[in-house]
């Protein structure tokens, strides 16, 4: 059985690679690219039995270096972000890992794999490639997945208050909790409902279920109570607008 591996962290790809050898001594690891470009060109010329394929990597994403794999190779997608892909995909593809997968969850996958390629022929890839090519913009984003320690807390959009920019990462608002994603909130932004989340702020986006009230001062400048926090949200001016008839 031949593999390759695509992801744009060198570590995480050689580390991938080791514990797999250790998992399963008889795959053959053909190659470790890290980029979607020359992951795709592994698919085309290598043509795997099994390919890793990180989900968000330069020059083409995962999902689009998936549309060159061959007939009967099993794709795991890997992703170290919470996406609405992953639900998609899930019914699609062979399994899928979020980084860092444990040592446990690696076990589990290769097991899947193996009762795959043991099966008769299935319509994994039949589904997958339809998933690909159908049209429309995908569904807004219903949860994330936000890293609490070793564990990982799943969080409805439903319960967030606001996202706020923190770096590279994106600080959430709960009732009650503050937590972390690693997901930057420009790319966030473009995943959730824009009917329900609003962008007040260049690093602020609002539940607008969560604003009781804007408040206007005589300089013109706009500022949001909330339902379930105390603190107060700034509106820049560009977004002042939003809230005029409030």
């Given at each position: 059985m031949k593999a390759i591996i695509a992801d744009d962290e060198l570590h995480l790809a050689d580390d991938l690679r080791r514990r797999l050898l250790r998992l399963w001594?008889?795959?053959?690891?053909?190659?470790?690219?890290?980029?979607?470009?020359?992951?795709?060109?592994?698919?085309?010329?290598?043509?795997?039995?099994?390919?890793f394929l990180d989900i968000r990597m330069p020059g083409l994403s995962g999902l689009e270096a998936?549309?060159?794999?061959?007939?009967?190779?099993?794709?795991?997608?890997?992703?170290?972000?919470?996406?609405?892909?992953?639900?998609?995909?899930?019914?699609?593809?062979?399994?899928?890992?979020?980084?860092?997968?444990?040592?446990?969850r690696l076990a589990r996958c290769v097991e899947r794999l193996k009762r795959h390629i043991q099966a008769a022929p299935d319509e994994l890839l039949v589904r997958l490639q339809k998933?690909?090519?159908?049209?429309?913009?995908?569904?807004p984003l219903r949860w994330v997945r936000a890293?609490?320690?070793?564990?990982?807390?799943?969080?409805?959009?439903?319960e967030v208050c606001y996202f706020q920019s923190a770096d590279k990462y994106t600080a959430?608002?709960?009732?009650?909790?503050?937590?972390?994603?690693?997901?930057?909130?420009?790319?966030?932004?473009?995943?959730?409902?824009?009917?329900?989340?609003?962008?007040?702020?260049?690093?602020?986006?609002?539940?607008?279920?969560q604003v009781v009230a804007a408040h206007h001062n005589a300089l013109g400048r706009v500022t949001l109570t909330?339902?379930?926090?105390?603190?107060?949200?700034?509106?820049?001016r560009s977004y002042a607008h939003l809230f005029r008839q409030m």
């Open positions: 001594p008889e795959l053959e690891i053909a190659a470790v690219v890290h980029d979607g470009l020359a992951a795709a060109a592994a698919l085309a010329e290598i043509r795997p039995d099994i390919a998936a549309r060159e794999v061959p007939p009967n190779c099993r794709v795991v997608f890997v992703t170290a972000y919470d996406e609405h892909a992953v639900a998609a995909f899930e019914q699609a593809a062979a399994d899928y890992l979020l980084k860092p997968a444990s040592d446990e998933l690909l090519a159908a049209p429309g913009k995908p569904e890293q609490v320690g070793q564990a990982v807390r799943l969080v409805g959009v439903e959430v608002f709960t009732r009650d909790a503050e937590l972390l994603l690693r997901t930057p909130i420009k790319e966030l932004t473009g995943q959730l409902d824009p009917a329900e989340f609003w962008q007040v702020h260049r690093g602020t986006v609002v539940n607008v279920r909330l339902r379930d926090r105390p603190e107060t949200l700034a509106v820049s």
